[in-house]
């Protein structure tokens, strides 16, 4: 169970320098394998069959300096029959710097899917960020079924490192919902599109460790702590539905990270992360030698709709070097919480002005009530069969020549998008996921103002109630997935695929044969295999 703590050695074994460089990119420093498979696991005691990276989950972590050039080779070994055996890779928050194969990994956007037997590598090139990433299936609602892991990539030069003393593999935090279904992506998604009401996990797993009702008392998670140390958490959130509170009884968590941006300190006792956010913060262990919850119940999504699931249960323990081996002897707090993360004070640590818009679209999330029939400006997208990068390749340049359910918005190059996501009145949060770039998150939905001045920059933000406004640039050419993270969602329409200046596209990318050669191997593939 837990697993996280015992994967430094593997991921050691998986990191081993590649020997021939790929033709496109400098040599890549880092090379990792994911093999993807089959296994029957029980991470919350529950034994179950899943989509797993090297047999594990959550899947290894792959840890990179800023700087190296990262290259995964993803061999898919899966045979079950009730799951997806096809996948896709999406190394969630890079941007691939020099765009050889812009956003790589959205199946239909930017690939075909890589089916069972075959092997796929996707060269990233040098990486110009620093901070918490994580990797997961983009293919259907697949990463549920437990192909996700953390991609941490460290800046030995952090402008912020004088406020931690400890940052490693011992201190990444993955919160993950769990359903003990193994027919999510064939039979529930399709019940959820039917009827608008997304199957409840069954439990929410805390770096690869939950319980559920009835279940068997299987060990929390522990994150061992000596006192007087300063520990960098790298939170991440790999759920596909549930939002999380995160709070460490007795602790204050000091956020200096949001989606790899780095922030200006920033104090809270709680924070509230969405599906596909990642934060990064300085717990001191500064109290008494003992052992503490780390909590995170979550809210909403009806837990009572699945009698396994109780938020009593998503917890883990901060245990302090000279404790007993025991669990805390308080009741678990599930908040809410005093002095919790309001988005809109959060701060970069080097501001940045939001360049003013050049072009304003106003973006509508609805839903068709009684399915699950999601729509961006009343289009519900469907992935097409030819990905959109191929199409630009083939000389597709604006708008009508995509269908469409493909929701495709055709941007020029090098100019400012302004997205504004009116008010609503829908309880669903959605938290809307770039890829490509960062956007200039210019009003978050905890706020009514508009900050143009010193706008925090993130990849994930909530399209909540109250509304929201960003900003980003068309300056990298090719398309670029723009979606829901609550993968359900996604997979019933609820995303757009951004197209920066398709000219731009056809001049500077130019895929290679194994890419070439990914759709004709799908297309071939029976029905099953997909
Ligand atoms: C999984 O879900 C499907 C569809 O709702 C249902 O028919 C099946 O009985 C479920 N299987 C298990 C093991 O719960
Ligand atoms: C993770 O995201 C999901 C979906 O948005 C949410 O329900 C859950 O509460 C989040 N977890 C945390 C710890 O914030
Ligand atoms: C939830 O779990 C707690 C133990 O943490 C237990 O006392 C409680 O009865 C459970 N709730 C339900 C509805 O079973
Ligand atoms: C876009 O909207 C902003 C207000 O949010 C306005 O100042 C700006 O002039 C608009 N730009 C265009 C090109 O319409
Ligand atoms: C194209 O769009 C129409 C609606 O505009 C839709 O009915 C049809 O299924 C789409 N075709 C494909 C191949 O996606
Ligand atoms: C969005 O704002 C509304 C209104 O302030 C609030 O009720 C809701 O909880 C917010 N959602 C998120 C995800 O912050
Ligand atoms: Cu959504």
């Known amino acids: 169970m837990l697993q996280a703590f015992v994967l430094s050695a593997v991921l050691l074994a998986a990191l081993k320098p590649v020997a021939s460089a790929a033709a496109v990119f400098p040599p890549p420093a880092k090379h990792v394998t994911l093999n993807v498979g089959n296994a029957q696991l029980a991470p919350d005691g529950f034994s179950r069959s899943t989509v797993v990276v090297n047999g594990q989950y959550p899947g290894p972590p792959i840890l990179v300096n800023k700087g190296d050039s990262l290259s995964v080779t993803v061999n898919n070994r899966l045979t079950d029959p009730t799951m997806r055996r096809s996948t896709s890779l999406d190394l969630d928050g890079l941007f691939s710097p020099t765009s050889e194969l812009p956003d790589e990994g959205s199946p239909f ?11 796929y590598t996707y060269d990233h090139g040098a990486i110009d960020q620093a901070g918490t990433f994580w990797y997961h299936s983009q293919l259907s609602i697949q990463y549920i079924d437990g192909f996700r892991g953390p991609l941490i990539v460290y800046d030995p030069n952090d402008p912020l490192k004088s406020l931690y003393d400890v940052d490693d593999v011992n201190t990444i935090i993955q919160l993950g919902d769990w359903w003990h279904n193994t027919t999510l992506s064939p039979t529930m998604l399709p019940q959820y599109e039917a009827t608008g009401i ?44 549930n939002v999380v509170t995160f709070n460490v009884e007795g602790h204050s968590l000091n956020i200096i990270e949001a989606d790899g941006e780095a922030l200006v300190p920033h104090v809270v006792n709680a924070l509230d992360m969405l599906a596909g956010q990642r934060y990064s913060v300085v717990l001191t262990a500064n109290q008494p030698i003992a052992n503490y919850w780390i909590q995170t119940p979550f809210v909403g999504g009806a837990p009572a709709r699945n009698l396994n699931q109780n938020i009593t249960l998503s917890r883990a323990i901060l245990r302090y070097a000279g404790a007993p081996i025991a669990d805390p002897t308080t009741p678990m707090d599930v908040g809410p919480f ?29 839903v068709i009530a009684g399915q699950a029939i999601w729509t961006v400006n009343g289009v519900s997208f469907l992935p097409p069969k030819t990905p959109t990068l191929m199409k630009v ?76 406004i960003l900003r980003f640039r068309t300056d990298k050419p090719g398309p670029f997935h723009f979606h829901c993270h609550i993968f359900w969602h996604y997979q019933a329409g609820l995303a757009t695929v951004l197209l920066n200046d398709p000219a731009g596209t056809r001049a500077q990318v130019h895929p290679d044969a194994a890419w070439e050669g990914l759709c004709p191997a799908y297309n071939a593939l029976p029905a099953d295999e997909q």
């Open 109 to 119: 956007v930017t690939q075909c899917p890589i089916g069972p037997g075959a092997s």
């Open 393 to 468: 390749l083939e000389g597709a340049s604006t708008a009508a020549d995509f269908n469409a359910t493909e929701n495709t918005f055709v941007f020029p190059a090098h100019k400012t998008i302004q997205f504004t996501f009116p008010e609503n009145d829908d309880d669903d949060a959605h938290p809307l996921h770039m890829h490509g770039q960062n956007f200039w998150l210019i009003k978050p939905n905890s706020t009514d103002v508009i900050n143009t001045v010193d706008p925090i920059k993130r990849d994930t933000a909530a399209a909540g109630a109250n509304g929201m």
């Open 198 to 241: 997304i199957p409840v996990s069954d439990s929410s797993t805390i770096n690869g460790a939950a319980r559920y009702n009835g279940g068997p008392a299987v060990p929390w998670s522990v994150v061992n702590v000596v006192k007087g140390k300063r520990y960098r958490l790298r939170l991440i959130n790999e759920s596909a539905r």
């Open 338 to 366: 005093p002095e919790s993360l309001v988005e809109a004070e959060l701060r970069p640590l080097v501001p940045q002005a939001a360049p003013p818009a050049d072009v304003n679209v106003t973006l509508d999330l609805e």
